[in-house]
């Protein structure tokens, strides 16, 4: 099994900036694509950003410039850097990443979410 966990959610005012942070845990052989994704009520998942365990970097569009993805590959995290928040862009985010355990199981993993609630 492997577990997500996320931390970093929160309230910010418009303009201003979060740090969401997520750790793998578990019977991790190695992870591929980690990543976030942010869902609104009633809304399919869409990608905010993900990257390989080569360091290569997808981001959607709107975030270019403004969010930054990083991960540490030694201790299976990665982190969301969110500057010049807008108030559409509050959401559940939720950590994901593209495993395979100790035992040969290719496995999606999802987080619970974290809540960002960006409002003046």
């Known amino acids: 099994q492997v577990q997500l966990v996320e931390s970093g959610g929160g309230l910010v005012q418009p303009g201003g900036s979060l740090r969401l942070s997520c750790a793998a845990s578990?019977?991790?052989?190695?992870?591929?694509?980690m990543g976030w994704y942010r869902q609104a009520p009633g809304k399919e998942r869409e990608l905010v950003a993900a990257?390989?365990?080569?360091?290569?970097?997808n981001y959607a569009d709107s975030k270019k410039g403004r969010f930054t993805i990083s991960r540490d590959n030694a201790k299976n995290t990665v982190s969301l850097q969110m500057n010049s928040l807008k108030p559409e862009e509050a959401d559940v985010y939720y950590c994901?990443?593209?495993?395979?355990?100790?035992?040969?199981?290719?496995?999606?993993?999802w987080g619970q979410g974290t809540l960002v609630t960006v409002s003046s």
């Open positions: 994901y990443a593209d495993c395979r355990t100790v035992l040969g199981a290719n496995l999606e993993v």
């Open positions: 990257i390989t365990s080569g360091g290569s970097t």
């Open positions: 578990g019977s991790i052989f190695s992870i591929n694509t």
